[in-house]
C-alpha cells in the first residue's frame, strides 16, 4: 500500500524509525517536534532521502515549532475541543478516546458528539485516532477505548467529518503497516483509504499554501 504516512514521535532516533518505516511500506513520515531549526530539518530530510522515505515536519498547537510546520495538531487533552476545531492555525485533532469520562447507561462518552463533528466537517478539519495509545493500554481499559472510538468513526461517517489514524510511535517496534491500521479502521467500520491518506492531502494542501504562486483556495499565479 503506497502513498500513505504515518505520524511518529521521535525521541533522537529519526533514522531508526526511517528505516522500520520504509521496511513496513511508508512512502512519507511526519516527525512531531516541539522545537526545530533549519539545520535540524535539513539534517532529518537527508535521513530520510537516504532511507528513501519522505520526511515532513509536523508540531502540536501551542509549541514553539508550530510556524515551521508542514500540520499542526490540537491536543483536546491540553486544548478545548471546540476552540480546536474553529482555530484556523490547527490541521487536525486528536486525543478524543482519551478524555476521561464514565459511561452513561444508554450509550459512552467517546469524547465527540454531532456538534463537535459537524463543526469539524464545517472547518475541514481530521480528527485522529491515536493507535498507540491503544497499544500501550491493557485490559478493560483498553476495550473502552476501541469502544470510544468505534462510536467516534460512526459519528464521523454519519457527519462527514474526517477520520485519519497514526501509530503517533516513539520507538520503531511501535510502528504498525499501513496494512495493519487499515484493517484496524475497517473493523471498527471507518472508510480505511481516507484515513490513510487524509494527512498526506493536508500537508500538501498547507504546503502548497505557501508558495509564492499561491493566492486562495482554487487560484493561482500563473
Not at 30 to 36: A, E, H, K, V
Not at 97 to 126: N, P
Not at 158 to 174: D, T
Amino acid at each position: 500500500m503506497t502513498g500513505v504516512i504515518d505520524i511518529l514521535i521521535p525521541k533522537d532516533n529519526e533514522e531508526k524509525l526511517l528505516e522500520m518505516a520504509k521496511k513496513l511500506g511508508y512512502d512519507s513520515i511526519c516527525f512531531l517536534y516541539d522545537r526545530i531549526g533549519d539545520k535540524t530539518k535539513e539534517k532529518i530530510a537527508g535521513l530520510g532521502k537516504k532511507n528513501d522515505v519522505h520526511v515532513y515536519f509536523g508540531s502540536v498547537y501551542g509549541n514553539p515549532a508550530n510556524r515551521q510546520s508542514d500540520v499542526v495538531l490540537g491536543d483536546v487533552e491540553k486544548i478545548n475541543a471546540a476552540d480546536a476545531i474553529v482555530d484556523k492555525r490547527i490541521d487536525a485533532v486528536f486525543g478524543f478516546e482519551k478524555l476521561k469520562a464514565s459511561d452513561r447507561t444508554h450509550h459512552k462518552v467517546s469524547g465527540l458528539d454531532h456538534v463537535l463533528c459537524t463543526m469539524a466537517a464545517e472547518k475541514k478539519k481530521i480528527i485522529v485516532i491515536d493507535f498507540g495509545h491503544i497499544l500501550k493500554a491493557k485490559g478493560h481499559a483498553r476495550a473502552v477505548m476501541i469502544g470510544r472510538i468505534k462510536q467516534n468513526i460512526m459519528l464521523c461517517k454519519k457527519y462527514k467529518a474526517k477520520v485519519a489514524i497514526a501509530s503517533f510511535a516513539s520507538s520503531p517496534l511501535h510502528l504498525r503497516s499501513p496494512h495493519d491500521l487499515a484493517s484496524f479502521i475497517d473493523v471498527l467500520g471507518g472508510d480505511e483509504r481516507k484515513a490513510l491518506v487524509n494527512f498526506e492531502e493536508k500537508i500538501m494542501e498547507n504546503i502548497k499554501k505557501r508558495s509564492p504562486d499561491y493566492i486562495a483556495e482554487g487560484i493561482e499565479k500563473v
